[in-house]
């Protein structure tokens, strides 16, 4: 399926995995202790919800290069939401099994994100490629 054909952001696999990973970011930082709520409980929420809204802001700007970079801030959000990942893990404030699904969803999101980003930048290569080489043949003629 190509860009052209997605109707809506909730389409592309992409936002899929990142609202997967805020869902369980959303689930587990309930478990945390009241006196994080501030803190860290504050940032991961804000990080998580980050992911998926970037990637919808972007979807919404029809521009290649616009696009991929608000999933690159995506993608930078998903990197921050394993940092406070491994920081709650050092914290105690999850088990090593909450952390290694956490990981293992982000992961996954950055894996698929990377490839979107690099779907956007090749469709951008290839109308800039195809508008110079048009510009070539009308300047030989």
Not at 18 to 40: A, D, G, N
Not at 80 to 100: F, G, M, N, P
């Amino acid at each position: 399926m190509s860009k052209e054909s997605f109707k809506s952001f909730e389409q592309l696999e992409c936002w899929k995995a990142c609202r997967e990973v805020r869902q369980f970011i959303t689930k587990l930082v309930k478990k945390y202790p009241h006196e994080e709520k501030f803190s860290i409980v504050d940032d991961m929420k804000r990080a998580a919800r980050s992911t998926t809204h970037n990637i919808a802001e972007g979807f919404g700007r029809y521009h290649y290069l616009e696009n991929a970079q608000f999933c690159r801030q995506s993608r930078g959000s998903l990197y921050e939401l394993l940092d406070q990942l491994v920081t709650s893990l050092d914290d105690k404030l999850i088990s090593k099994d909450e952390y290694e699904k956490g990981r293992g969803l982000i992961e996954k999101a950055i894996t698929i994100l990377n490839g979107y980003i690099n779907y956007l930048v090749s469709k951008k290569d290839k109308k800039l490629s195809t508008l110079v080489s048009r510009r070539s043949k009308t300047n030989n003629q």
